[in-house]
């Protein structure tokens, strides 16, 4: 016959051999379950502790990169035109001052009704470049025989030291007889 005391098996005198050795037997069955159970847990103990562990470590890691970040945060916040030789456009934190002007009411730019100011062709000019049109950019036939059409005008106003120098460049067209492609210079120097 055998008596529970908090888990621990009590056997009482004068039990025959083979009910001893199948209590034994019942025993060491429970105790091996015992232990599976335990060396389970442990394992799963052992997992848990490691993960809490490669948490920890990436915790770590943010904070030590959070904190480098704020220190760099402030030292920028504390740095402005006033400290540093930093040019005043750059800073980022101060409030610009409220401009004291009073706003009009009208859109930016010209108004209606205004006439533009610029500089008017003069009828002579000068000094007068002619770029002449020698070839068809597509099919290289000669095209000086051929007459020019259309002359566009630009002219360029030089101030030299004395007087305003006006040279006007004039630009031919021609149309190229062999594929009739007009052609013109396109940049001017």
Not at 34 to 40: L, S, Y
Not at 76 to 98: G, I, Y
Request: glycine content about 4%; aromatic content about 4%.
């Amino acid at each position: 016959m055998q008596l529970r005391n908090n888990d621990l098996i009590c056997y009482i005198p004068g039990m025959i051999r083979d009910e001893e050795l199948e209590q034994l037997r019942i025993e060491k069955s429970a105790l091996w379950a015992i232990v599976q159970r335990k060396d389970t847990e442990m394992e799963q103990a052992h997992k848990t502790n490691e993960d809490l562990r490669e948490g920890l470590k990436q915790a770590i890691m943010a904070i030590e990169y959070l904190q480098e970040r704020v220190k760099a945060l402030e030292g920028q916040q504390a740095k402005d035109s006033h400290n540093s030789s930093l040019p005043p456009s750059s800073d980022r934190f101060v409030r610009p001052p409220k401009s004291l002007r009073q706003k009009s009411g009208k859109k930016p730019g010209g108004q209606p009704g205004h006439r533009g100011h610029h500089l008017q062709q003069v009828e002579t000019p000068d000094t007068v470049l002619i770029h002449p049109v020698e070839c068809c950019e597509y099919c290289q036939q000669d095209l000086h025989t051929q007459a020019a059409d259309q002359p566009e005008r630009r002219q360029v106003f030089d101030l030299p030291p004395q007087r305003l120098w006006v040279t006007e460049h004039r630009v031919e067209e021609k149309q190229c007889p062999h594929c009739f492609h007009l052609r013109h210079i396109r940049k001017i120097n």
